[in-house]
């Protein structure tokens, strides 16, 4: 009866049939799976949203691949430990395991591992604001995926470089390798959850320097991507809040929110507080701009609490109440702290509205200066 139902869950994986998939492995008895069978049904349970499930067995298999010395499956093991705790918003977990992927690593002079290991490195850069140490493993990632073969790391690798080029200026490289990121996984060469990751990561860099020809024909395929996975729960919440900003931008505002509240909701299940920030954050913007400022008011107080900072919409909100000079001053401290070219396009048209509506036309012509030339390089 075990063998006939570790069967049934490989032909559900096969298939694509995460939700199957993760009821026939979740009913076997975990010590009988194979380190192969756990990966697996670690793919099922975190792309149907068992977060718990997702660790337990990536665990497990670690500690077989230490027990068989299989050194690259137990680096990829402590790879997706580390990434699913980053997305769950635990951070002390993600930076344990990748320093334990590093220690793996420590003999190695090359390999395919290191690639792995290298893509964890660069998350840690990223979260100490060193973009250029970021890039360069981001590099690191790519060639080794390319020369090893590993179509999962290449795709992660050359959307890393395209987010990387991006945060540098350098716009058209960037938008060239998303691209090229993107080619890859919409024709099958990634794994389902490396694909969702890169569709995301994508839509997100093609968003923030407002691409929405790009953001609109990615997030499209991102649908078309989740709706032929029976059963699939995680990325869809990201897929709603892509479709929400298209819908704020057309000036579809109640749409928009119903698709944001959506979004709150699949994050929920998934237990992703920190993109449940993003929901709400987005949905304050709309409330915002409808007028509705006491919503909009506790939508930007919530995406806070989640850990999403809710400037410049908050500031822009402040100026809408008549409370000016909290708005100035917000928005003063975002103009001196907020680096890089993509960061301040999302910040420098909310910094324009604040300073006029405080009266400093001087300063708000300085700002809309920089970004009319942050356009034209763009």
Known sequence: MADIQLES?????????WGAAYAAWSGADPEALSAEELEDFAVAAELTGHHDDT???L??????????????RSVRCAFRITMTAHVHGES?????????????????????ELGWVDFLRMFRALSTGDF?????????????G????????TALGLCSQGRMALYSGRVADGLALLDESMIRVIAGEASPVVAGHVYCTAIEGCQEISDFGRVAEWTAALERWCAAQPGLLTFTGQCAVHRGQLLRLHGEWQQALEEFEHATRRYQEVHAPDAAGLAAYEAGEVLRLRGEYTEA???YERAADRGF?????????????????????????LLVETGGPVQRCRLLPAAVDVLLGAGETDRARQVADELDGLAGHF
């Open 59 to 72: 665990h497990r298999a670690f500690r077989k691949s230490q027990d068989a010395a299989d050194l690259g």
């Open 55 to 57: 660790v337990s067995a």
């Open 92 to 112: 002390a977990l993600a930076r344990g395991w990748t320093s334990r992927a590093v220690s793996l690593v420590a003999d190695l002079d090359d390999g395919v």
């Open 297 to 299: 008011d506790a939508a």
């Open 309 to 333: 900072d809710p400037q410049p919409g908050l500031a822009l909100l402040w100026s809408a109440l008549g409370q000016g000079a909290a708005a100035l001053a917000a928005t003063e401290r």
């Open 132 to 144: 250029a140490m970021a890039g360069g493993f981001a590099d690191k990632v790519a060639e080794r």
């Open 9 to 17: 869950a490989r032909a559900d994986f096969v298939r694509g049939d």
């Open 146 to 153: 390319r020369r090893y073969g590993e179509p999962d790391l």
